[in-house]
Nanobody
């Protein structure tokens, strides 16, 4: 499975940004997808995940981020609204077999990773 993330950029606090991750190499509907982020000097942290039609979010983005998937286009996209400077990070998409129903917020449970896209939120 190959993942390619894109859509990052520079945005002012309070603004919006939409990332996308395109997957190839496997039937997209068989994959659970997730987004993680890593800020400078910090560990990679969970942001959001989507498994079939179920979505999960870390508390700090609930109500601001919405993740969706398009199984016809093989993409997963988080819409990020009301961005804050603390959202600044490199964002990574990840994938694993959807039959795995374990913890969705642990990076090591994902088998495939994209290259990351930088999101910078200015104050």
């Amino acid at each position: 499975v190959q993942l390619q993330a894109f859509g990052g950029g520079l945005v002012q606090a309070g603004g919006s940004l939409r990332l996308s991750c395109a997957a190839s190499g496997r039937t997209f509907s068989s994959l659970s997808m997730a987004w993680f982020r890593q800020a400078p000097g910090k560990e990679r942290e969970f942001v959001a995940a989507i498994r079939m039609s179920l979505t999960y979010y870390t508390d700090s983005v609930k109500g601001r981020f919405t993740v969706s998937r398009d199984n016809t286009k093989n993409t997963v996209s988080p819409q990020m609204n009301s961005l804050k400077p603390e959202d600044t990070a490199v964002y990574y998409c990840a994938a694993r077999d959807t039959r795995w129903g374990g913890s969705y917020d642990i990076p090591t449970t994902y088998d495939y990773w994209g290259q990351g896209t930088l999101v910078t939120v200015s104050s």
